[in-house]
């Protein structure tokens, strides 16, 4: 998130205004680099500052570049940020992919939607404050984002080297840390509240501990300061990843045939929740098949969720209407329409 030296500035700053167009006239150079706040200005603080909080939060007495101010600036976005990804597209994803159907599953709890969407924003802001930490170096210049395609050696060729790379160092990165909240010491500390969603739905996506949210985040934050990334690209990622963290939990089982040995979907990830020690990759199978904890999933071979449901109803355990007849608590349970 390196702030652009390019982005207009306020004429009440006329000091800010010679700055700005002084740097216009070395755009491309590696000043971006130097830690000065004029060439390293993030792309989102900078929309924020110019049409919100400039003009109607800051008093003029708090410049721009303050460090009080940026964290407190990056702290609020951060956090309106991730609620507005998090329920938005885990709403969509609820409404319009996740079948419904899964809710008539033993292992669904009571009120679990609710639960999960609780569990999820009360976590947010808590991973929010190291997470902020991270930006605000981005936003001082300590990272190797960049601004122009120009910047890049490689060129367009580069983006697509920079997307690549990112996604198997994150998902390799995940992985271990993944793996390393499954150990018994840590479990029961950090990551058996995201399990308590055995059969998630797409609002367990977000719904982790604090300390369990923010490891497995810290791959994505920490690619930038090890390798060159376009900002604009960097800030697609972050919503890609969420949308991706969505997907993995949304009971959507389609994947095409020749890639359902590569990509890490949604079956894999719910026989995760299901059997514990399988598939802790987050968009590859590579690493589970290296690290011996693949687990083809249970839902493409005839024995997953759907199929258990499926079984239950037959063997009248369980109603049509959603309502368990087999000693659980009866409950009613929205369908999905066909």
């Known amino acids: 998130m390196s702030r652009s030296s390019n982005w207009p500035i306020e004429n009440h700053n006329n000091g800010a205004v010679m700055r700005h167009f002084a740097l216009i006239g070395c755009s491309g150079c590696d000043e971006r680099h130097t830690h000065t706040q004029d060439s390293t200005m993030d792309l989102v603080l900078n929309v924020a500052d110019y049409y919100v909080l400039t003009p109607y939060v800051y008093p003029a007495s708090w ?3 303050g460090a009080v101010r940026q964290i407190l600036s ?3 976005l951060t956090n309106l ?6 329920l938005g597209l885990g709403a969509i994803s609820y409404f319009f992919i996740f079948d419904h159907k899964l809710m008539k599953h033993p292992h669904f709890l009571e009120n679990q939607v609710q639960r999960e969407i609780k569990y999820a924003m009360t976590s947010l802001p808590w991973i929010s404050i190291p997470t902020v930490g991270l930006f605000f170096a981005e936003v001082r210049g300590y990272s190797k984002l960049y601004d122009s395609i120009s910047e890049c050696p490689l060129g367009w060729v580069g983006i697509f080297v920079s997307m690549t790379s990112f996604l198997f160092f994150t998902d390799m990165c995940i992985y271990w840390i993944h793996r390393f909240l ?5 479990y029961k500390l950090f990551h058996k509240p995201h399990h308590i969603w055995k059969i998630p739905t797409p609002f367990a996506s977000h719904a982790f501990h604090p300390v369990d949210g923010f490891m497995q985040g810290l791959p994505y934050h920490i690619y930038p ?4 990334l376009h900002k604009v690209l960097y800030l697609a990622l972050y919503v890609f990843v969420n949308i991706w963290t969505i997907s993995i939990h949304d009971g959507d089982y389609r994947v095409p045939g020749l890639l359902t040995n590569v990509i890490n979907g949604s079956a894999h990830h719910t026989d995760h929740h299901l059997f514990f020690d399988y598939n802790y990759g987050q968009y590859f199978t590579l690493w589970d098949k290296l690290g011996g904890s693949y687990r083809h999933p249970s839902g493409l071979m005839g024995n997953g969720p759907h199929d258990l449901i499926r079984k239950l109803q037959a063997e009248g355990k369980l109603g049509d209407n959603g309502v368990k007849t087999n000693g659980h608590a009866k409950r009613g349970v929205p369908l999905k329409e066909e």
């Open 63 to 65: 410049p721009e570049d």
């Open 182 to 186: 499954h150990h018994k010491r840590i």
């Open 225 to 228: 300061f090890l390798f060159p």
């Open 81 to 86: 940020g991730a609620a507005i990804l998090y």
């Open 74 to 76: 990056l702290l609020v």
